[in-house]
């Protein structure tokens, strides 16, 4: 706690302070509203024991009891929701992207807010999720496809060097990277690497990202920073030097959610007078809602037009290939082609083809990673849907889908081969690929025998939990 005494006097209650930064940190989830509701995730949960406390600040959001482990949970697998610490949602709330919207999401890595704006957004409009670490963004496609985004598209780029072919953008998060002071409630070794000096490095970072993203705003857009520490050189210090270079061409908009406890942002610190409408961001201390601790502030392009807006998509959806899968996919499971009206599917590498949204706005730079959801695997004997296009469209068969027992879905969840009963079978053609499901729920695609009876588990290898719980 010494390294903290620098804070004090700004900590209404110290005592509490302190309390609270020593307690584990309460799990937070958020209901994926392309899949569910939040009410039914609940009464689903409850089934199995678990009691959710909804947040209040924020609809769709619940705290999980201690005791629960959301990751080897089914319905995390199956894409029914999303864990992400409470205090984390903030950011996106105020971004408030919408379907339709053109939104840039600068340091995307691990995907929790693009996965959770992209749900926001309906699966509509476009989102660029970029993170310079290609590493970290593999494992953010990960989140993408479970959550069953198709107006998602990834790309891996130093986001303060975004060329400006990228175009400009409605509304821009920059959730920037920090020293993670607020997060010493899960990782207690930040502390050990906090200090003002790697502060003060940082905040380099940190304002070249915020400077550039005041460059892709619309004028009219909005960019929402944020931070998970508590250090004023890299809060309002930056946002302090991006609004004396942009002038009249920038300002701050109130931060404040209803429900949620907040102090204003600093507008002076150790003697340095800061912009007073600083006072308009917010600092959430971790005891004020028992959280993990963040900064945020809103801010509005007024004017200026450095770049264009972006011209000709880079992609141009379906040919003839795309579309005689297209019609597989709509055979096989008995779907309703207008499932499809606002997708459309596009050839992307030789593993297979997308599934997008009609509406994205794909620019020609820099190049993208992968375009919405990884839809067939196109480079075997048998086209294939993906788990995640198994997952988000199944919902959608009327035909080769079999609804699974526990034992039998624990078993699917394992990669094993399971018997299924005639009565389970009724909408099945012939041999070849299902859809499975439980609680009505897809899990994703398996492949059924007709002389065996049994089902093969196509569940991912890198998904597996040996102990999931049902």
Request: overall charge neutral; charged content about 20%.
């Amino acid at each position: 706690m010494d390294y903290f005494e620098r804070y004090r006097e700004l900590i209404d209650d110290w005592a509490a302070f302190v309390a609270v930064v020593k307690r584990p940190l309460p799990t937070t989830l958020w209901a994926n509203p392309l899949k569910i509701t939040p009410e039914k995730l609940q009464n689903l949960m409850a089934d199995s024991g678990i009691e959710l406390t909804p947040v209040g600040w924020y609809p769709g959001a619940f705290r999980l009891p201690a005791d629960v482990m959301p990751g080897l949970r089914w319905e995390f697998l199956a894409g029914l929701y999303q864990v992400q610490e409470e205090v984390a949602l903030l950011p996106a709330r105020l971004l408030d992207p919408q379907p339709g919207d053109r939104v840039l999401d600068m340091c995307a890595a691990p995907g929790n807010k693009s996965a959770q704006m992209g749900a926001m957004m309906a699966n509509r409009g476009t989102l660029l999720a970029n993170d310079r670490n290609g590493g970290r963004m593999r494992a953010a496609r990960d989140v993408l496809n479970r959550i069953g985004l198709v107006n998602v598209t990834t790309l891996t780029w130093d986001s303060s060097s975004l060329p400006g072919e990228i175009g400009l953008f409605d509304k821009i998060m920059v959730d920037v990277p920090c020293t993670c002071e607020g997060t010493c409630r899960k990782d207690t070794s930040v502390l050990s690497r906090s200090s003002v000096g790697a502060s003060l490095k940082i905040a380099r970072i940190q304002t070249a990202l915020l400077r550039k993203a005041v460059q892709l705003c619309r004028p009219g857009g909005r960019i929402v920073y944020a931070t998970c520490t508590f250090a004023p050189e890299e809060n309002e210090l930056v946002v302090d030097a991006i609004l004396r270079e942009a002038g009249d061409g920038l300002r701050l908009r109130p931060s404040a959610v209803p429900g949620l406890v907040a102090s204003p942002g600093l507008t002076e610190w150790q003697g340095q007078r800061l912009h007073p409408d600083l006072q308009l961001a917010s600092r959430i201390w971790p005891q004020q809602n028992d959280t993990g601790g963040f900064f945020v502030a809103v801010l509005e392009k007024v004017d200026g037009d450095r770049y264009a807006v972006v011209g000709d998509r880079m992609i141009q959806p379906g040919d003839s290939a795309a579309d005689s899968l297209l019609a597989e996919v709509v055979e096989r499971f008995g779907m309703d082609t207008a499932v499809f009206n606002h997708l459309a599917i596009i050839p992307w590498s030789k593993r297979g083809v997308y599934l997008v949204n009609q509406d994205q706005q794909l620019p020609t730079r820099p190049r993208l990673d992968a375009p919405g959801l990884f839809f067939m695997r196109t480079g075997q004997r048998y086209a294939k849907l993906t788990t995640a296009a198994a997952m988000l469209l199944g919902q959608h068969a009327t035909q080769n889908r079999i609804e699974l027992t526990a034992e039998q879905a624990r078993a699917y969840l394992q990669r094993q081969t399971f018997a299924v009963q005639a009565a389970q079978t009724t909408t099945c053609t012939d041999t070849g690929y299902v859809v499975v499901c439980y609680h009505g729920y897809p899990l994703g695609l398996g492949v059924f025998h007709t002389l065996s009876g049994e089902v093969e588990s196509h569940f991912p290898k890198a998904w597996v939990r040996p102990d999931v719980q049902l």
